[in-house]
């Protein structure tokens, strides 16, 4: 059972509710995120999952009163063990969630599934197990980290991240640390690690297939130029879903137009443009392939133009060839909804840098902690029809537990004024109180409106 919040603050009133609503307990025991003996795993999972909100590192917190309760073993031995099924508790989550956000979205409002990768750095290290060498799209360098495939859903007002998988490198050579010897191969971690030395093209689809057999269900799928394959859109058609996702000038990959095939910069060039500043700058119905009864796929594609190049354009594609060309864009605009989702969780929730553990195990469970904190800043954003950012919602979280923590301080002192007077010979009970009411009275207005609190 969670345990109810001592202070009526903003922070641990959102967690509590976040907690009792989604059932966190009971979704840990189904995800056998269990403790043999000791201190209740709900309790310790609490304690992870509110400590970015203290801005106190681990082993700050600890020699806190608060964080006497347990130490940094029993942490590293939650986050450790193998045999815990974060990515089925991760999913239940989000399924509950989902499910809830859905009745408040329109039927004609399109939801969509989100697909897309980010850096996961630990560029400092040389002992993580499974850590490798990957592209950085941003510095455009190879860096030490895992690739962090992440399945997003939106509805356009809000994200939820799905799943994830830390990807390591599917070549060998580019594997800097391999897997430990004394994994049970039974045990869900170690199909994480076997996941993880994937292409991200088969992990994506595992991905799908395991939030749809959770129920979770959405119109489109979208992904950026990296995934735009012509196998990548077939092999997602088969997931009963349209996708529209953005294509990038390959050479080799080919498209059928009146009986020709070609690359993506020769149809640009065969296409009549339309004249004057206009946004959509063409679009076309061309053909990717053949299903798997044989049957040809058409796609359409539409060329926009590139506000930052004036003249150069982007390309967008849509299996549902119905879809007006604006639709198309304004569908594809709500893939911006993860990228906001890595900004927060690397820059506030301190994905990756927290903690600092070298087991895949650790990583992976720590990740599905920090996902779950934004799953419950974006209900409370989505609940109290805020319209602050998740950032800025975070923020005012951090301030509130400082309010609190200076509150505490306040009450402890009148606790000890209060010892010291009744050590004092005086006559009854009520002298001793009128006294701790004179010092209240004398204390700044803003401390007694926080003591009142």
Excluded at 373 to 393: Q, V
Aim: net charge positive.
């Amino acid at each position: 059972m969670v345990r109810e919040p001592q202070h009526s603050d903003q922070l641990q009133s959102m967690v509590f509710a976040f907690f009792r609503e989604y059932k966190i307990a009971r979704l840990l025991k189904q995800s056998n995120v269990t403790k043999q003996a000791g201190i209740g795993v709900i309790e310790v999972f609490q304690a992870i999952f509110s400590l970015v909100f203290t801005q106190r590192s681990l082993n700050r917190w600890l020699k806190q009163p608060e964080g006497k309760k347990f130490g940094k073993d029993t942490v590293y031995r939650f986050l450790n063990n193998p045999r815990h099924n974060w990515r089925r508790f991760l999913l239940m989550l989000s399924a509950a969630v989902v499910q809830r956000m859905s009745r408040l979205t329109s039927d004609d409002r399109a939801d969509v599934l989100i697909i897309d990768d980010s850096l996961f750095s630990r560029n400092r290290s040389k002992k993580v197990e499974l850590l490798a060498r990957v592209y950085d799209h941003v510095s455009h360098k190879f860096v030490r980290g895992f690739r962090m495939l992440t399945l997003g859903w939106s509805d356009g007002n809000s994200f939820v991240p799905l799943a994830f998988s830390l990807l390591s490198s599917e070549n060998e050579r580019n594997r800097l640390c391999d897997v430990e010897n004394c994994i049970d191969k039974r045990t869900c971690g170690y199909k994480r690690r076997k996941e993880s030395m994937q292409r991200a093209t088969d992990a994506l689809f595992e991905l799908l297939t395991q939030a749809q057999a959770m129920g979770i269900r959405a119109k489109y799928l979208l992904f950026d130029s990296w995934f735009a394959y012509p196998a990548v859109v077939l092999k997602a058609l088969e997931h009963s879903m349209h996708v529209v996702c953005m294509l990038k000038a390959v050479p080799k990959v080919r498209y059928e137009y009146e009986g020709r095939r070609l690359n993506l910069k020769e149809l640009y060039a065969t296409l009549r443009k339309r004249r004057g500043r206009a946004r959509i700058l063409a679009s076309v119905v061309v053909t990717i392939g053949q299903d798997a009864k044989g049957t040809p796929v058409p796609v359409k594609v539409v060329f926009v133009r590139d506000r930052n190049r004036s003249r150069q354009w982007l390309a967008l594609l849509s299996t549902d060839t119905s879809l007006p060309d604006d639709e198309v864009i304004r569908i594809y605009g709500k893939r911006w909804d993860i990228e906001t989702f890595f900004k927060v969780s690397k820059s506030h929730l301190r994905l990756a840098k927290e903690l600092q553990g070298r087991t895949y195990d650790q990583m992976f469970a720590h990740t599905t902690i920090v996902f779950a904190r934004y799953i419950m800043l974006a209900t409370a954003s989505r609940d109290e029809r805020d319209p602050r950012t998740i950032g800025a919602l975070f923020f005012d979280c951090c301030d509130e537990m400082a309010d609190i923590r200076f509150a505490d301080v306040i009450r402890l002192l009148i606790t000890m004024l209060q010892s010291a007077l009744e050590t004092l010979d005086m006559p009854n009970d009520n002298e001793i109180d009128t006294v701790i009411q004179q010092f209240i009275a004398h204390l700044p207005s803003p401390i007694k409106e926080r003591l009142a609190a």
